[in-house]
């Protein structure tokens, strides 16, 4: 099986930046996708950004140049850097990881957009 640990999400202000980490561990195999999901109350959870085996990345329109998705393979760690945050980025955000025999969610952390 595969855990993922996320950390830093927290209370930020409008204009403010954040970087999200999650680290796999366990049986990983290989990995073909590594991704951050959001989801805020009320609403269903949505894509906010992929990248795949090949290096190729997905994003939402709404954090288009302002998120940049990263990972580093030999630790087993996807990053979501968050620039430029807004209000309407508030959710818990969700780290998943897409493997040959499933997929794995991580905990969830809380991002928080207020002044």
């Known amino acids: 099986q595969v855990q993922l640990v996320e950390s830093g999400g927290g209370l930020v202000q409008p204009g403010g930046s954040l970087r999200l980490s999650c680290a796999a561990s366990?049986?990983?195999?290989?990995?073909?996708?590594m991704g951050w999901y959001r989801q805020a109350p009320g609403k269903q959870r949505e894509l906010v950004a992929v990248?795949?085996?090949?290096?190729?990345?997905n994003y939402a329109d709404s954090v288009k140049g302002r998120f940049t998705i990263s990972r580093d393979n030999a630790k087993n760690t996807v990053i979501l850097q968050m620039n430029s945050l807004k209000p309407e980025d508030t959710a818990a955000y969700y780290c998943?990881?897409?493997?040959?025999?499933?997929?794995?969610w991580g905990q969830g952390t809380q991002v928080t957009v207020s002044s």
């Open positions: 998943n990881v897409l493997v040959r025999l499933g997929t794995y």
């Open positions: 990248i795949i085996r090949g290096g190729s990345t």
């Open positions: 366990g049986t990983i195999g290989i990995i073909n996708s």
